[in-house]
């Protein structure tokens, strides 16, 4: 069994840009912190720490800059209603 990557707080992410759903940046699996704090599969993250971000690489940044804060606000829409989730990383 591996543990999740918390460097993406357990996320596996994708952007969006063309097709049925809005473009953005959605999840395709949550572990680790991010399942723990409810995020789901199937989410769009629209910022983090109130940083918009549209791509893994721009995901992978935002949490970068914020050090090693303990609790990361993420904006996330869910079935067209938009909310702040905390995550809390692992271990901290």
């Known amino acids: 069994?591996?543990?999740p990557d918390e460097k993406r707080l357990g996320l596996t992410?994708?952007?969006v840009r063309t097709g049925s759903l809005p473009p953005g940046l959605y999840v395709e699996s949550a572990?680790?912190?991010a399942l723990?704090?409810?995020i789901d599969a199937g989410d769009r993250i629209a910022a983090v720490n109130g940083?918009?971000?549209n791509d893994p690489?721009?995901?992978d940044a935002a949490i970068a800059s914020l050090g090693e804060r303990a609790v990361i606000a993420l904006l996330v829409s869910r079935s067209g209603v938009s909310m702040y989730i905390?995550?809390?990383r692992i271990g901290r």
């Open 1 to 3: 069994l591996r543990a």
């Open 13 to 15: 992410l994708v952007a």
């Open 31 to 33: 572990a680790g912190s």
């Open 36 to 38: 723990l704090a409810g």
């Open 51 to 53: 940083i918009t971000v």
């Open 57 to 59: 690489d721009g995901f």
């Open 86 to 88: 905390p995550v809390r």
